[in-house]
């Protein structure tokens, strides 16, 4: 199958890239753009492990295929830290132990990510719905529930400037 | 693997819908293809030619109005309607199905349009919309026709829709007064699809009796079924814990599961019969109250 | 009749734990290898289905069963002996 | 996963089960049947097509009359591929002919099915429901025939 | 949200139980850490296995002449291309090793490898699959134990009659004379079901195999030593010539510390065409073909007083094996031993009987038997006091362990904290005051193991080492076999090294995961690491403050009765803390005094005389709330509360994760995680139909953390994290007995045998009634 030339924004930067149309953004990132933070764990849209940020909106990249992502902004979990200064929910999660083998890490960062930019004051039950989406099989999801309650609660303000 | 195919990008529905009467069979609509991604990935279905209509502007909106209801395009993402404030004035039951449907994520980039030509008797979407008398607006380059989504499921993932034709608009009459919707699905997890899934719309005259009644039945059967027996128990009765449950019975009755791992043919019946009592019951307490 | 010692395993010698015969049933299929099955078996009886006999169903046939054996087996040596 | 069922058809058991061995009418009352080619006394060549929406499976394998007890009592065994490697099953027919004396003919069957590979994914719900559907078409295409001889 | 107490904390250390971030948090924060799954190497071809349809059956031939026609196909290798060894972690004992990986002659299980291509491509790799034909002959088969175990039943490995594949025994104390005396004595028969360890990480490796005949593999897997010995042996290498690097591992559970397909195919392609080749399963792969925690049908026999003291016990279980033995024959013995546990007996007897069936191989998963042993123990006890009129917790508590109890030949116990355990389930308990009527409560106790002392691979190394190699700067390379999974042992280890060095974590530079440049350590399993690679790690961080501290000796000019120490990086007189030196100033005079010797001290660890099991033992208590639908049977885990006896924490955050993240894949296996085979196929091998707790459904996890101190951990520390994997299930049995009636005796308990149980419960009691 004839190759075509796809232009993708990844976390601010531009690439282009040489595709097969089947290919998964997902794979456009891991394999073409080599940022490799964004992980597959499943075949069913099921896992949140490839979890991205495209436009704002959280999407699990194994189930988009590239092209359909031209013309779109994305943010993977390499794009959150700038300068060495990490982002507010990276620096929850380190705080709260949010993470354990770090596989499942980067996706929940990204739905984390997303869903607080999108819910100002969120209950706990919103913070568990919104990361429904992904598997995490070594916290038992607390953790990452209480670093994305501290971050909406203001904990990391100072950063944020 | 998904196997090799070319991607076809049309600028509006017009060209997507003269690509699909090229193609036909061979040719196969993306939305947001959160189910179709899935199937093409364990080499199921293998479309020569994939039509994206994801960007397709044209399809995206969503309007309301008294006397015509609320009418979206078929490329409408789920969230999009989770999040709107009109639709959770007008249609609260459709805000409760979607914010239990799936994960953010795949509401976020999956479509209304999408889901429903999909064609899986599990959906959500289709239940609650064929419990509120909705239907959908088909068009291939021919022209458009709209087809109730009483009669739009013909078997497992199949729909009356020609090769040529795909979903362009999804239609929700407007809601009669003193009427209700309420959906439930059992699952095991939050995020899943349901095990079973019942949705049903009362709607009482001004006596309190019951003047209409629409149970539908989600994953009970081959396609998403109505409970016919069921609402033929409602109709005209003067509804009660007794009356409820023996609509439940009957829907239990007429419905047609299938065993799988998660549930035996006789469980599903059972929980048929426990959620189409519960729905009816919950639709009935709103109706009462709405205007 | 009555024997002058504990019952020994009648295949690898060790004392039974109370020196009664059903503890040495008890033992054989405890220990569960070759040779202690080849023994069960050259009685006429099957080991394995002593076996799930004595975990699928309440009691303690399967013991009791075997301990019969084992004693009178014992009985017959230590009357050989004398 | 073993697929059970029974239904009636109105025809005398004679010509009912003469029917039934006839390649080319089984072959036309049989929904999907592509091919159904005798190979010798007890061994066919099938191939089946079956959609379900946009999956397309097309079986093709043998089957091999293992019992047949005229004209009450049939077995058969089979294998079959699927064209585009999406997997491959095995089956183990059973069919009994009972006559009810009102001049019908009670047939009940239990299919054994062993399937492997991606088909399986979809498993239980596929076949069972694709198996109602296709009973019922034969069914009443049998019916159809049988009145028409 | 979650309420965390500590009871009876001791006094505060420097840096162990402080809030210490995670060593390797930024780089997984970043989405920096690169795991095997992320590995590319220049010109490395991607590998995929053809895998049996068939549960049993003998391969006759294998054609792969298309597939290497294929353009982009650089190898196919099959059983013929292997020297045929049969492998298995039980070096000490030839007969369990059973299994080749691909295997020459026969396949046992549906998924079990059969060939292996590499290509330049993943995608032509797999359309290679397609072309190659194999001729099988297909055998008979059998997927139950109790079927396997009958006479006449397909035959699995030759030689194993009626497929027993080990038997296990275990007795202590007067078990005839506590039947006896038991005034009442209950039988039970349970089915516990499998579980998948269900990694993030799928099974993956990569392996380059040079021409100077050196092979280095990138594995995610538990063991780097175990898999370098595993490897070596089925390749006939020296264990030195081959290096295996665990770089960042996407969770373990017990899952990869075994060879799998993975590292054995990529070896031998890579072998055969000597370039970097690299193999990621599916996850269905990963469900079908890596192992799963054991199924077991288990009979239990309980004799105890009517006032509620405990007599004796006897279990008798059967395992549902699979084809190979894999870990699985010590679940089989450990599952036994923690069936007694935590409780004092006056005999116990058990005996086991692991069955080859042709199913997935069973094998250790996070618990290592010990769920299994609990779900039967728990809740059988738990039916006991109902049946007597007792109370279950004061019951329990009257039964346990406590410190000093020994168990005869096997273990005795040096710290117990479980009688704390019991107060602060019961204060929760009735903190709750009336529940609703929907909602019960359950508990369950367990007991759980600190390390296994099983030699099993027969190494002459130490179980673990540690090397502490101070800078001239004062940074301080820790260099350890112990495996990072997730779990948090490199943190733990920085932890204990820089408190008994007396510097900071953000010194220590731990090297782990890397035969090249690390000790020999057995590796992450059976809770050992923080145990024994903590006792190493703190032995050769003491030996290296020593060789520093003989230095400040010398130099200060001390009365020989001062006693020195070094805190926060400044080394004085214990008596006088004001009087010393800065740690790097005195690191570069010891350097120079040394002759330009780097300070190195090394550290080692094997527990001796601590019985057979384990060196310690860990308690702990779990309550779970849990509501149930009584219409539909659904069962939703409304809260929970773990009491925790772990000695003495070290890694705080590590702690908490430990235990909420055992909980959640207990509570899973409790009443989610199910695996139904049909005709030896797994029928739900992917993550749509395989359920397991998200965020929405774990309840709040209320922690009680109880410090004891161990004397035979480093600095007090015992387990936490795998232990809680164990009452879980039976905690949420013992909910639905409170509130039915009803007695669950499979688990995990679905929806659907709720309704069942409630519906037979009213049908017998209608019964009764007439």
């Known amino acids: 199958m004839e190759k075509q030339l796809l232009r993708l924004n990844v976390n601010d930067q531009n690439y282009e890239i040489y595709i097969n149309p089947k290919t998964l953004l997902v794979e456009a990132i891991r394999d073409h753009i080599e940022l490799t933070g964004t992980k597959r764990g499943c075949d069913t849209v099921s896992c949140g492990a490839c979890t991205v940020v495209v436009d704002d909106m959280a999407v699990k990249a194994c189930s988009v295929l590239a092209v359909q992502a031209e013309g779109t902004k994305i943010l993977t979990s390499e794009g959150l830290e700038v300068n060495g200064k990490l982002a507010p929910i990276q620096k929850a999660f380190l705080d709260e132990g949010a993470f354990q083998c770090g596989f499942c890490t980067s996706g929940m960062l990204m739905s984390s990510v997303a869903f607080l930019n999108e819910t100002k004051k969120p209950t706990e039950k919103e913070i568990r719905d919104g990361i429904e989406g992904n598997i995490c099989r070594c916290t038992g999801y607390n953790s990452i529930v209480r670093a994305i309650d501290s971050v909406a609660k203001g904990k990391y303000t100072e950063d944020k400037v | 693997m998904i196997s090799d195919f070319t991607y076809l990008k049309p600028g509006s529905a017009k060209e997507a819908l003269k690509m699909l009467a090229e193609h036909q069979d061979d040719g196969k609509i993306i939305c947001g293809g959160q189910s179709l991604l899935i199937i093409m990935r364990q080499g199921l279905v293998t479309p020569e030619y994939v039509i994206d209509i994801k960007k397709l502007k044209d399809l995206n909106y969503m309007t309301f109005d008294p006397k015509d209801g609320l009418k979206m395009g078929a490329t409408t993402t789920h969230r999009t309607i989770e999040k709107s404030a009109m639709v959770k004035e007008k249609y609260p039951v459709l805000v409760e199905m979607e914010e239990k449907l799936a994960s953010i994520q795949v509401r976020n980039w999956g479509t209304i349009g999408g889901n429903l030509a999909h064609a899986d008797a599990a959906g959500d ?144 019946r059972h929980l048929i019969s426990i959620l189409t009592k519960r729905m009816a019951k919950a639709a009935w307490e709103q109706a009462k109250i709405s205007g | 009749m009555s024997l002058s010692g504990p019952i020994i395993c009648p295949v690898c010698g060790k004392k039974a734990k109370t020196g009664s015969a059903i503890d040495c049933a008890r033992h054989m299929f405890g220990t569960g290898d070759q040779p202690h099955r080849k023994w069960v078996e050259a009685q006429g009886l099957s080991f394995i289905d002593l076996l799930i006999e004595q975990a699928t169903t309440p009691g303690n046939r399967s013991y009791v069963l075997l301990g019969e054996i084992i004693q009178k087996d014992a009985e017959k040596r230590e009357a050989e002996k004398k | 996963m073993i697929i059970e069922g029974k239904f009636n058809i109105n025809a005398p058991i004679k010509k009912l089960w003469d029917t039934l061995f006839d390649v080319e009418a089984l072959a036309a009352c049989l929904p999907g049947a592509e091919k159904i080619e005798k190979l010798d006394d007890t061994t066919y060549d099938v191939t089946m097509k079956q959609r379900v929406g946009i999956i397309k499976v097309t079986m093709s394998g043998k089957q091999v009359l293992t019992k047949v007890e005229a004209p009450t009592h049939l077995e058969m065994e089979g294998e079959a591929v699927d064209k585009t490697k999406l997997g491959h099953m095995k089956d183990k027919i059973t069919m009994d002919l009972k006559e009810l004396g009102n001049g019908e003919v009670e047939i009940s069957y239990k299919m054994d099915v062993n399937m492997v590979g991606k088909l399986a994914m979809f498993g239980d719900r596929v076949m069972r429901s694709k198996a109602n559907e296709v009973e019922k078409e034969f069914v009443k295409n049998l019916s159809a025939k049988l009145k028409a001889l | 949200m979650n309420k965390y107490t500590v009871i009876n904390p001791h006094e505060p250390f420097k840096v162990i139980n402080t809030h210490i971030h995670n060593v390797d948090g930024w780089a997984k924060v970043t989405g920096r850490a690169a795991y095997t799954f992320d590995i590319k190497l220049p010109g490395m071809l991607y590998g995929k296995i053809l895998r049996s349809p068939h549960p049993h059956a003998n391969i006759r031939g294998i054609d792969a002449s298309k597939a290497l026609a294929l353009d982009g196909v650089k190898a196919v290798v099959t059983g013929k291309d292997t020297l045929g060894i049969k492998q298995g972690i039980w070096r000490r004992y030839k007969d369990l090793c059973d299994e080749q990986i691909l295997p020459v002659d026969k396949v046992r299980y549906i998924g079990e490898p059969v060939a292996a291509v590499a290509a330049t491509t993943e995608e032509i790799a797999e359309k290679a699959l397609d072309l190659i034909e194999v001729d099988y002959e297909v055998l008979p088969a059998v997927f139950e134990p109790l079927d396997a175990i009958k006479k006449g039943a397909p035959e699995i490995h030759e030689g194993f009659e009626r497929n027993i594949n080990v038997t296990r025994h275990i007795e202590w104390g007067e078990v005839e004379e506590g039947f006896e005396e038991a005034e009442y004595i209950r039988e039970d028969w349970f089915r516990c079901g499998g579980q998948a360890h269900m990694c993030m990480e799928t099974r993956c490796a990569v392996s380059s195999y040079t021409p100077d005949k050196k092979l280095t593999i990138y594995h995610s897997n538990q063991s780097p030593y175990y898999m370098q010995g595993l490897m070596a042996g089925v390749l006939d290498m020296r264990e030195g010539d081959i290096r295996v690097v665990a770089p960042y591992v996407g969770g373990g559970f017990g899952g990869k510390f075994e060879l799998d397909g993975a590292i054995f195919c990529t070896a031998i392609l890579s072998m055969k065409c000597y370039k970097p080749v690299k193999i990621v399963y599916t996850r269905e792969e990963d469900f079908i073909a890596s192992k799963r925690r054991t199924p077991m049908f288990y009979y239990t026999r309980t004799g105890v007083k009517k006032d509620g003291t405990f007599c004796a016990r006897e279990a008798k279980v059967f395992t549902n094996g699979g084809a190979y033995t894999g870990m699985g024959a010590t679940a089989l013995y450990l599952t036994g031993f923690f069936h007694s546990f935590p409780y004092r007996w006056k005999g116990y007897r058990y005996d086991g009987y692991r069955v080859y069936t042709n199913t997935l191989p069973s094998t250790s998963m996070r618990g290592f038997g010990a769920p299994q042993a609990m779900w039967c123990s728990e809740q059988q006890i738990e039916w006991i006091a109902a049946d007597l009129g007792l109370d279950p917790i004061e019951m329990r508590r009257k039964n346990s362990h406590q410190e000093g109890t020994i168990l005869p030949g096997q273990a005795t116990i040096a710290s117990c904290g479980i009688d704390q355990c019991y107060d602060e389930i019961t204060k929760w308990i009735k903190g709750k005051g009336k529940l609703p009527a929907n909602r019960s409560i359950g508990i369950s106790a367990c007991g759980f193991m600190s390390g296994g002392i099983f030699n099993w691979f027969d190494s002459p190394y130490s179980f673990s080492s540690a090397v502490v190699t101070i800078n001239q700067d004062g940074t301080v390379e820790l260099h350890i076999g112990a495996q990072e999974i997730g779990q948090g042992s490199n943190t733990t280890m920085a932890i204990i090294c820089a408190e008994t060095l007396g510097v900071k974590v953000e010194d220590i530079k731990v090297h782990s995961g890397d035969t090249d440049h690390c000790p020999p350590d057995l590796g992450a399993w059976g809770s050992r690491q923080t145990l024994m690679t903590g006792n190493a790690t703190k032995m050769a961080s003491e030996n290296a403050k020593k060789q520093l501290l003989e230095f400040a000796y010398a130099q200060s000019g001390l009365n020989i009765v001062y006693d020195l120490d070094i805190k926060d990086r400044w080394v004085h007189a214990i008596a006088r803390p004001e009087r010393g030196e800065d740690f790097v100033k005195l690191v570069r005079k010891a350097l120079r005094g040394k002759d330009g010797q780097k300070i190195v001290g090394r550290g080692y660890y094997t527990p001796h005389r601590k019985g057979m099991i384990s060196p310690a033992y860990s308690y702990m208590l779990q309550g779970v709330e849990v509501e149930v639908d009584e219409e539909t049977g659904k069962i939703t885990l409304m809260d929970s509360m773990t009491a925790h006896d772990c000695g003495q924490p070290i890694n705080h955050l590590g702690l908490i994760g430990q235990l909420e993240g055992a909980f959640s894949m207990a509570a899973g296996y409790g009443y989610l995680e199910y695996m139904p085979y049909e005709d030896g196929k797994l029928m739900n091998p992917n993550l749509v139909d395989y359920k397991m707790i998200r965020a929405p459904e774990m309840p709040p996890a209320n922690i009680a953390e109880i410090d004891t101190y161990e004397p035979e951990g480093p600095y007090g520390a015992k387990e936490a994290g795998e232990g809680l994997t164990n009452p879980t299930a039976a905690a949420i049995g013992n909910a639905l007995f409170h509130r039915f009636g009803v007695q669950m005796k499979e688990c995990p308990v679905r929806p659907e045998m709720v309704v069942n149980a409630l519906k037979e419960k009213k049908e017998k009691e209608a019964a009764e009634k007439k």
Request: charged letters at 25%; glycine letters at 6%; a negative charge.
């Open chain 2, 125 to 268: 979407p289709a239940p609650v919309l064929m419990s509120m008398g909705g239907s959908v607006k088909v068009a291939s380059a021919s022209g458009e026709r709209v087809i109730s989504l009483d009669d739009f499921y013909t078997d497992l993932f199949e729909t009356a829709m020609n090769h040529d034709e795909m979903i362009v608009e999804v239609i929700v009459p407007p809601r009669p007064a003193k009427s209700a919707t309420k959906y439930q699905k059992f699952n095991l997890l939050d995020s899943d699809q349901g095990i079973v899934a019942v949705a049903a719309t009362i709607t009482l005259n001004g006596g309190g009796v019951c003047k209409d009644a629409r149970i539908v039945l989600g994953n009970a059967a081959s396609t998403t079924i109505r409970a016919k027996e069921a609402e033929k128990v409602l109709i005209g009765a003067k509804l009660d814990d007794a009356v409820f449950q023996k609509a439940g019975e009957a829907a239990a009755a007429e419905c047609q599961p299938v065993a799988d791992i998660h549930a035996s043919e006789e469980y599903r």
